[in-house]
Nanobody, 125 residues
Framework: QVQLAESGGGLVQAGGSLRLSCAVS????????MGWFRQAPGKEREFVAT????????DYADSVKGRFTISRDNAKNTVTLQMNRLKPEDTAVYYC??????????????????WGQGTQVTVSS
């Protein structure tokens, strides 16, 4: 069984930074591609970033490219999303997700098997 738990959300002013973390239980973390997604009220869940199981390959949504950085620590079973120069439109619940036994992550939410509960990020203008 794989369990994911996000932390680090909160309220920040536009232009500020937040660092989200996702702790993953289970023995398959290093064999899983990991992703971050977000969902704003009234909108569908959307792709934010993904990282390969070894950490050497990343992919970002155009809306966050150059501002957000995804990373992982396979020794600590954690994946992190550093968010800089935040904008009000980044306000959403952020979720981390795992694709077991996949080297490279997908941009499609339904491709991920396991999800965390989410953490709220609110950016004020």
């Amino acid at each position: 069984q794989v369990q994911l738990a996000e932390s680090g959300g909160g309220l920040v002013q536009a232009g500020g930074s937040l660092r989200l973390s996702c702790a993953v239980s289970g023995r398959t973390f290093s064999s899983s591609a990991m992703g971050w997604f977000r969902q704003a009220p009234g909108k569908e869940r959307e792709f934010v970033a993904t990282i390969s199981w070894g950490g050497g390959s990343t992919d970002y949504a155009d809306s966050v490219k150059g501002r957000f950085t995804i990373s992982r620590d396979n020794a600590k079973n954690t994946v992190t999303l550093q968010m800089n120069r935040l904008k009000p439109e980044d306000t959403a619940v952020y979720y981390c997700a795992a694709q077991r036994f996949r080297a490279y992550g997908s941009r499609i939410p339904n491709d991920y098997e396991y999800w965390g509960q989410g953490t709220q990020v609110t950016v004020s203008s």
